[in-house]
């Protein structure tokens, strides 16, 4: 047998795949549909017990030792739903020597140091991309093109669920919890539907964008995050008057060169920016870098089929033994993450005590009314991420807007 032949018989992949939801089932059938993937899934670990599969019972397992301790299993393909039970198969798996495949962002900013770590020890690899933006390949672009020092800014629409929310909301003039219901019926949101609106899910693709892109791995404590759960008509009307819409945008850029920022807020977005027209469940991407000005990646961020397919060329690279070799994390100086930054804010309020959490440096526009007030000004980063908890509970809305030093 000649060398490349021994490879290709090698490489066949033989799944085990854990999770049969929406994604799971995307995947199964994408591979249905691929003829040259040469890949196949020998078993499906699931959770619950009656319920009705489409796919032959062999198939099902319910104990995840069945396929972690399958020596004919040679990729482990995660996508459940449950961060923490995934943490334990990943890490199983990788520890066993067999490369995995994952989707579950929550998991992964949470756990990526010591899965890189275990992947150095092992020789196996972990791919995801998937896990960010669904069908759009930014985590193996970020790794392999943009591997170099250019790179400033990374910001995007990383959630279908909220944008899709808000598309209703400003194209059909839905009120936010018609919108949600809906987005929950399509199964464009998550089971936990604050996972997505408050920004959670944004926040930790972010992490991950931040470690392909810069190099630095952030806690996700340490990340602002706020998201469009509070958002009125009176907000709506705002932004209408000036022409904007209101978009969930997560960034991470550069600052002063050796130092990053990283935050998820709502920001008035006005037409000439190129997240303007991503609409409904899509996500967009823009990539800005010394002297290439910006790039812009646009496709569907969910759903079975666009994230199935994400999967499976996870999986087809690694039929090709394609591994991260996290390039800015190894290779380059990793600037500090940094909340020390001036960001300028549109705030909504009601009461004056709520007003008061906030730290205005300067305040550029006021408006008080008899249903409700705002305030245009610029604050500290850190002053957001110090009241993150509280400003929840509090009847306010902020959106960013789009100004920063
Ligand atoms: N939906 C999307 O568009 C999308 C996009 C990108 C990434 N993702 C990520 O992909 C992953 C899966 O999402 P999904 O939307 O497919 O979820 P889902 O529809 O809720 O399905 C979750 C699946 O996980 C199984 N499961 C849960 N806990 C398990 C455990 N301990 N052991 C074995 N199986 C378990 C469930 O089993 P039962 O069937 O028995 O309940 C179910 O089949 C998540 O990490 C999500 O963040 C989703």
Known sequence: MTDIMQTEKKSKLVIGLFGFGVVGQGLYKVLQDVQTADATIKSICVKQKNKPRAVDSVMIKYDPDELLQDPEVNLIVELI???????????TALLNGKSVVSGNKNMLAHHLKELIEIQRNTNVALLYDASACGSIPVIRNLE??????????????????????????????????KALKNAQELGFAESNPSFDVDGFDSMFKLIILALHGFGTLVDPEEVFHYGISNVSDHDIL??????????????????NGKKFTMFVLPKLVSADEYIYNVEEEYNGVIIEGQFYDKQFMFGKGAGAF???SAVLSDITARKHNYRYEYKKLNFFASPLYTRDITIEVYLRYHDLVDLSHFDFESISEKYTGPEYNYVIGRLKLDNLHKLKTLIRKLNVFIAWTGKIN
């Not at 739903?81 to 890490?91: H, L, N, R």
């Not at 093109?145 to 669920?161: F, H």
């Open 238 to 255: 705002y932004a209408r008057e000036k022409s904007k819409k209101i978009k969930l945008v997560a960034q991470v850029s550069k600052v």
């Open 144 to 177: 392999e093109y943009y591997d170099n020092d250019l790179l400033q800014s990374i910001t995007g629409i990383l959630n279908g669920s909220s944008n899709f929310i808000l598309t209703k909301i400003f194209q059909q003039g839905w009120t936010y919890q």
């Open 81 to 91: 739903d449950d961060a923490d039970a995934a943490y334990e198969i990943v890490k």
């Open 306 to 308: 666009p994230t199935g």
